[in-house]
């Protein structure tokens, strides 16, 4: 059992920023491949972004491309995910996911059964 505990979501308005947290033990955060899939109502799961916590090696959907960034923090043990110029369409639950399997595809696109891990999701509400 991976714990992975996502924090930070929130109501905000179109056109501004915010940022989610994963945070992980030691031993779940070291050597893995981390990272987000959201969830609007009737939609459904969609990776948004990834990074190896080796070598920081990162992947971002089209869709998120330019406007979000996904990082590291070693002495935190989390992973951030920073979206700026939100838009009603990013609205809807964020989880953090992690496999140790996908270190060496980390930064390419994956689907939701590809990570075995999953935390229990933050929900991000953007209006405009």
């Known amino acids: 059992q991976e714990q992975l505990v996502e924090s930070g979501g929130a109501s905000v308005q179109a056109g501004g920023s915010l940022r989610v947290s994963c945070a992980a033990p030691?031993?779940?955060?070291?050597?893995?491949?981390i990272g987000w899939f959201r969830q609007a109502p009737g939609k459904e799961r969609e990776g948004v972004a990834s990074?190896?916590?080796?070598?920081?090696?990162?992947y971002y959907a089209d869709s998120v491309k330019g406007r979000f960034t996904i990082s590291q923090d070693n002495a935190k043990n989390a992973v951030y995910l920073q979206m700026n110029s939100l838009k009603p369409e990013d609205t809807g639950m964020y989880y953090c996911v992690a496999d140790q399997r996908l270190l060496s595809t980390c930064a390419r696109p994956h689907l939701p059964d590809d990570f075995r891990y999953w935390g229990r999701g933050t929900q991000v509400t953007v209006s405009s």
């Open positions: 030691r031993y779940v955060y070291i050597s893995n491949c």
């Open positions: 990074i190896n916590t080796i070598g920081g090696t990162t």
